[in-house]
């Protein structure tokens, strides 16, 4: 079930708070017995105190403080997904709003074990590029930190100007190098980039979950418009190219040992990029384990044997552990650079690494729920090219 739907008062946002409304509020027609299409919606918002974050709203009344278009990026909320559904709950569905990104590392979540799909259902949503929440405010006109003093069409204004943000600098370094700005993999998409947004959306159900919500509404039914698979394939290589630009300004950087470390000089080990990372899934990490504390008599034996040991330790065997363990599920979010309190660039090296591993297996994270994992996969003729016998 797909088609096009249309804008009301010129203002797609609004007409997306509806459709939330509805799914809220109303009761599917298909449903035996009938009950409310969605018990809650995990959707981005603005308090009144100016904090960016997402909320599950199950109030149709609250709807109006949502923002679903809110072009900002704190966290992937896959993480949040992992915390709410972990195991199957009852006959009671919420719906999820999330970027092309955060779907994907959901996918690698469900394959992982750390997500269960049965009372969720997937609505994503188109993303041109998103700002970091920390200092948005003085990109856009968020004024006094009140969601009534900013301007109360931004987010509408940011999806009718496409072109102009599309190559806005202040974007999110992930996003500037982004190759996915629709949806993989979802129950119901929602998509505006190359339409015209104050008169239409475009809107594509690929489950039984995703057309439940689709009952009752009226559809301009067709294919996808031929400007909007313009426009996204002109993105797409846009980003591609800006991408492989990108990478190689990095390998003038980083190749090489001693130029790997000073890449590395900077960190702090706090583990904040680890900590965020949607798809670094283990219960208990081994850099905070056991292994690696040390008592005072133990440093002053690792310094000893090297005469000098740098303070914090193990830095560099963190990251290159932390690579190898995520490279083939990494979704180049982006979310590991922008919580580094020293600025390190692991966007566009995560970006190099992650995708040379999943070509290598022939795999893209977050394709598909199901391609399986290339590390739980055995195929025989693996690896063949490298000389392996």
Not at 11 to 21: D, F, H, W
Not at 305 to 329: A, D, I, Q, V, Y
Not at 334 to 360: H, M, W, Y
């Amino acid at each position: 079930m797909k088609g096009i739907l249309k804008v009301t008062d010129k203002n797609p946002e609004a007409t997306i708070r509806n459709l939330c409304r509805q799914w809220l509020s109303e009761k599917s027609p298909s449903a035996r017995p009938q009950a409310q299409r969605l018990a809650a919606l995990l959707v981005p918002a603005v308090g009144r105190n100016g904090v960016f974050t997402r909320v599950l709203v199950s109030d149709p009344n609250r709807l109006a403080e949502v923002t679903p278009l809110l072009p900002v990026m704190s966290g992937n909320g896959a993480a949040i997904v992992a915390e709410i559904a972990r195991g199957p709950a009852t006959d009671t569905k919420v719906g999820l709003f999330l970027r092309p990104c955060e779907l994907r590392a959901v996918v690698e979540l469900v394959k992982l074990r750390q997500i269960v799909l049965d009372n969720v259902v997937l609505i994503g949503i188109d993303c041109p590029g998103t700002y970091k929440a920390a200092g948005f405010s003085t990109i856009v006109p968020y004024r006094h930190s009140s969601i009534q003093a900013r301007d109360p069409d931004f987010n509408n204004n940011f999806v009718r100007n496409q072109k102009d943000y599309l190559t806005n600098e202040e974007l999110r370094v992930a996003c500037q190098l982004c190759e996915f700005p629709k949806p993989l993999v979802f129950d119901l998409a929602i998509g505006f980039l190359g339409m015209e947004v104050d008169q239409e959306l475009w809107l594509e159900a690929a489950t039984d979950k995703g057309k439940a919500l689709l009952e009752g509404i009226e559809l301009e039914a067709g294919e996808e418009p031929a400007k909007r698979r313009q426009a996204l394939a002109e993105l797409v290589e846009g980003r591609k190219a800006r991408a492989e630009k990108q990478i190689r300004e990095l390998d003038k950087v980083i190749m090489g040992p001693e130029k790997l470390v000073r890449y590395f000089a900077n960190c702090l080990n706090c583990h904040n990029c680890m900590k965020v990372c949607p798809v670094c899934y283990c219960r208990e990490c081994f850099f905070e384990s056991e292994v690696f504390q040390r008592d005072l008599a133990e440093h002053v034996r690792l310094s000893r044997h090297k005469g000098l040991t740098r303070m914090p330790s193990e830095t560099l065997l963190f990251h290159l552990t932390r690579m190898n363990h995520m490279m083939t599920s990494c979704v180049a979010c982006g979310i590991c650079e922008d919580s580094c309190p020293v600025a390190i660039g692991l966007t566009t090296l995560f970006k190099k690494v992650s995708r040379n591993a999943q070509a290598e297996f022939g795999y893209l994270a977050g394709r598909s729920l199901e391609e399986p994992l290339p590390l739980t996969t055995f195929r025989e003729e693996e690896f063949r090219s490298l000389g392996e016998e």
